[in-house]
């Protein structure tokens, strides 16, 4: 896939030089796209000579991404900073309602200051002041990584690492279709800035916990394979999770366990990390499209990785999806006959 340099809009550009305060925020349960995208960025902004801090709420952060927050050593917002600050960037978030603030902060926010929104999923609502959405781009980061060029802020070897872990993860290792030619280039100039590929490798594929293995081993037992291979779900209960140790922050790319397995177009994975709450993260392979999927249960996302929530436990949501997945499965099959 070819990729042309992202170049991010003036007004942005300008906006965010403008504010000498301001806070970074992501979507809630972040990945290391969103958590290096935010922090590369709050990096990015200090070494101009801002004062930028990022918003992650306590049990934002699952075990395996909690190092780079540790790595990138920003200030984090408090819940008296957000009346102080003279705007707001959004990264990798589709929506208003998916930003991970604080609890009793949400409602009001953003109390008529101006956002910044910088992300690359095609569902996205611009709902930003400044909106810089490419849906071309296959992480945030990359968009980051383009943004800091345009500013002609500093990336050290530290900012580097961020944003090298989300354009690694989110393109499972520079292997999905999404992958282009511009994030290649990044990621070269990145490691050359100082991004230690060895280090985010194990960090981010080989020093999973026993409590992550353990829940890993639960979506394995739990998947199953229906429509003659082509789609693949698996799921966890509340229960499931809990007794493996793990939290709503530790459900993450799990999905890639049924997607995993030949011939399947549509991967599923249902989760219960909290009661009554079922999470689903939709997998298309082969050029199949989940995000019209997702939409059709009120979620989001890309053409080929999206995701919902449904109020209610594991069952009904397998038994409301999976219908309406094998339908379209359906009908794709046919149509290509």
């Not at 952060?61 to 917002?77: G, I, K, P, Q, Y």
């Amino acid at each position: 896939m070819s990729g042309p340099d992202p170049s991010p809009p003036r007004e942005l550009v300008n906006a965010l030089v403008s504010w000498p305060r301001g806070i970074c925020i992501g979507h809630v349960t972040p990945d290391p796209d969103c958590v290096g995208a935010m922090l590369g960025l709050v990096r990015g902004l200090v070494g101009l000579g801002r004062c930028w801090t990022a918003c992650l709420p306590p049990g934002s952060l699952s075990a395996r991404n909690r190092f780079l927050a540790e790595m990138a050593d920003v200030t984090l917002a408090g819940d008296e900073d957000f009346a102080a600050v003279d705007g707001f960037a959004v990264v990798d978030t589709a929506r208003r309602s998916r930003c991970n603030l604080p609890l009793k902060l949400a409602d009001a926010w953003p109390a008529g200051k101006p956002v910044a929104g910088i992300d690359h999923h095609v569902s996205n609502t611009r709902f930003a002041t400044f909106n810089w959405v490419v849906d071309r781009a296959a992480s945030s980061c990359e968009l980051v990584y383009a943004l800091l060029r345009a500013l002609a802020a500093p990336i050290d070897a530290t900012t580097a690492n961020l944003l090298y872990a989300g354009m690694m993860t989110d393109t499972a290792g520079f292997s999905l279709p999404a992958t282009n030619s511009f994030a290649l280039r990044a990621a070269a100039d990145l490691v050359d800035a100082g991004a230690d590929v060895g280090m985010l490798g194990m960090r981010l594929n080989r020093t999973r916990s026993l409590h992550d293995f353990q829940l890993t081993r639960i979506i394995h037992d739990n998947t199953h394979v229906v429509a003659d291979g082509r789609i693949a779900y698996s799921y966890a209960t509340y229960d499931e999770i809990r007794g493996a140790g793990c939290g709503p922050e530790d459900i993450d790319d799990q999905v890639k366990i049924p997607r995993s397995l030949a011939g399947v177009r549509v991967a599923i994975l249902f989760t219960e990390a909290v009661v009554g709450e079922t999470r689903i993260n939709f997998r298309g392979e082969d050029g199949f499209n989940v995000l019209a999927l997702a939409e059709r249960f009120g979620g989001g996302g890309h053409e080929q990785a999206a995701g919902a929530r449904l109020r209610c436990g594991i069952q009904e949501a397998v038994d409301r999806v999976l219908p309406v997945v094998e339908s379209a499965v359906g009908a794709m099959a046919t149509s290509s006959c």
